[in-house]
Each structure stands twice: as structure tokens, then as C-alpha cells.
């Protein structure tokens, strides 16, 4: 036992002399382009902290007039100021949007539509993970209500706008645990707006503070984990690359297109969470 303990603690020991180097090794992707954006008008929900913060930072570094479309506008205007501090760039606005309420929804895009003319990437970020069992204002579970029929009508609601501002993208943060139907690209085809959806990795942020299990195993392997910047490269990388209108539709990770399991490849499936979605809402995206 004792030397199994022994053993176990050089183990643990060693692992994090070596971590930054093995962390190094599986940081993953990185965002090269220079992409430069003046003029341009970005939307990202969610980017009070973790990713989104870090990703709405990148953009605005570039010069585009950056959006925080959060649900606590306090929070929000600390990650902007601070963004704005950081990068020089005083085009950095906090919009409130709660995604577990469409009214809500319906609100931000109406103040956003009447303020901007063009929207030149969305970038779907927000999200939540293993939140105690609760609904949205519209009854929805809140996975579901604000990871994607949240961001399913704001999409709904934007597109008219992303369309007219084309080249325009679309991105969603997914995961590498994605399940079915979340995929559905035949609707954006032809229109100059394409779409990604991303595994930013495995990310040190708030996102497990849901599960005492997952904080304590969070805190016990962040030295191994990615940091939010590092976790803001795919989402970047769907929202910047040049030429990258060909793989609209595809699922990236680590700045690269990767394999979405077969249940999310089916399009039956794709097809009813689609109208499902639509009827949840009550709208219909044509
Ligand atoms: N971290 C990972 O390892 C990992 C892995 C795979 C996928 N992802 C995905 O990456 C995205 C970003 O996650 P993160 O890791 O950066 O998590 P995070 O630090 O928890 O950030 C999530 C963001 O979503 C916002 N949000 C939650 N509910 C909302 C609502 N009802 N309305 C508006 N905004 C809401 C949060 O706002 P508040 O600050 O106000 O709560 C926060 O700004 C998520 O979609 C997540 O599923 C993350
Ligand atoms: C991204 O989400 C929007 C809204 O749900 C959807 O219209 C689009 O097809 C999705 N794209 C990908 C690649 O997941």
C-alpha cells in the first residue's frame, strides 16, 4: 500500500513537473491568419468570460466592432472594458441577451437589427453543462432551451442580416460529446453565409461549476487543460480563415475539420430536431 501511495505520489509529481510541456503538446490548434477586420461586425454570445472572452478579445485586437451579447450586463462590461483596455479598440459593446428567455431573444436582435445594417460573423458561444434541472422562461429544459433553441432563433432572427453582409459566418461552439441533429447545412447553402460548428477542446473555465465532480477533477488536471485563449483558436480559426467557405457545414477541432459521429451525420435525425425546433418556437426559418 505504502509503496503503491509512494509510487502513485511520484507519478503525480512528475506529471506536473512536466505538465507545461505535455500541456504544450496538446494545446492544439492555432489560429495563423492575419485576417484583419475593419468595418466589420461581430456577434458573440456568451463572451463575458471563458472562450467567448477571449475570442470577442482576438476580434477586436483585428479591429472589428465587437458585440458582448451576454445576460449579465455587468459582467459584460467588465470583460469589455477590460478588452478594450487590452487592445485599444473602443468598439467593444455589451448588448443584454438571456438565451433561457426568447422574449429576450427577440429583444436583443430587434435593438441589434435597428442598430447595426451588417453582421459579419455570429459566433453561438454561450452555453451551459450540467445546471441543476430547471426550464427556461419558455419552458424548455435549459440545456436544450439555451444551448440550442436559444441559439437557434437568434440565428433565425440575424439571418436576414448575416446574408446581406456576405461573406458572413456562422459558428457554434459544440463539443466533442455532440449528439444528433445538431448539423443541418443544406439551409445556409447559397447564400454567402456558411457555418461551423467547433470542439474548442478541453478548456479551463466556468463551464463545470455545475458539478462538484467535474470542478474537482478540473482543478486537480488544469495544468493539463487549455487555457481559454487557447481554447478561443478553433472558433477563431471557423470565423477567420480564408477559403474556408467549402467546409461550411463541417465540424472542426484544433483549427481543423474533424469526424462528427455518425448519429450527428443522420440527416433524418437533423432533419426532425430542425422541425422540432421550429415548432418549439413556433417560427419557421423560410
Ligand atoms: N470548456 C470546455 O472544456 C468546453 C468543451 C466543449 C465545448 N465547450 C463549449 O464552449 C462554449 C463556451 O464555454 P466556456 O468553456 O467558455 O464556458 P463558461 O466559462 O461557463 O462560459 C459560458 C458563457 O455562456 C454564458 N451563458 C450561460 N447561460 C446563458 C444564458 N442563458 N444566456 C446568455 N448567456 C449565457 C455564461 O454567462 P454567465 O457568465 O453570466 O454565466 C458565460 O458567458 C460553450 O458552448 C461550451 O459548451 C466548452
Ligand atoms: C449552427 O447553428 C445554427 C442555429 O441552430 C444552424 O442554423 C446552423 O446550421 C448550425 N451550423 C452548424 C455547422 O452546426
Known sequence: ??????????????????????????AGGVCRTNVQLPGKVVVITGANTGIGKETARELARRGARVYIACRDVLKGESAASEIRADTKNSQVLVRKLDLSDTKSIRAFAEGFLAEEKQLHILINNAGVMMCPYSKTADGFETHLGVNHLGHFLLTRLLLGQLKESAPARVVNLSSVVHHAGKIRFHDLQGTGVTTYA??????????VRHSFLLCLLWRLFSPFLKTAREGAQTSLHCALAEGLEPMSGKYFSDCRKTWVSPRARNNKTAERLWNVSCELLGIQWE
Request: hydrophobic share 55%.
Open 198 to 207: 467547433v470542439h474548442p477542446g478541453i478548456v479551463r473555465s466556468e463551464l
Open 1 to 26: 500500500m505504502l509503496i503503491f501511495l509512494g509510487l502513485l505520489t511520484s507519478f503525480l509529481s512528475f506529471l506536473y513537473v512536466t505538465a507545461p510541456s505535455i500541456r504544450k503538446f496538446f
